[in-house]
């Protein structure tokens, strides 16, 4: 079996963080080689009782790192970043 061509690897990505309500218009999503790139604000839209803390977005990360295709994953987030393993928010939204 081939390996999916970027354009269907992107399609897979956006479908996980639409599954997680990620405002789609507030991410950039750009996928070289099986490499994705994701940059800007990861927010959700607007849910009753549903808010992004650090476990959620640990969970949208691994789902996101086994998409079919995906070799790499980065993320330059404005609002979020790693550290020591977790993610944690930071001030700018």
């Not at 639409?18 to 950039?28: E, F, M, P, Q, R």
């Amino acid at each position: 079996m081939t390996p999916p061509h970027d354009l269907e690897i992107t399609r897979r990505v956006r479908a996980v963080l639409a599954n997680h309500w990620v405002d789609l218009g507030k991410i950039s999503i750009r996928t070289v080689s099986g490499a994705v790139y994701l940059r800007g604000v990861l927010d959700q839209i607007q849910q009753p009782n549903n808010n992004l803390d650090s476990s959620h977005v640990s969970v949208m990360v691994d789902e996101l790192k086994s998409v079919d295709g995906v070799e790499r994953l980065s993320l330059h987030l404005d609002n979020w970043r790693e550290a020591a393993g977790q993610w944690e928010p930071t001030n700018a939204s």
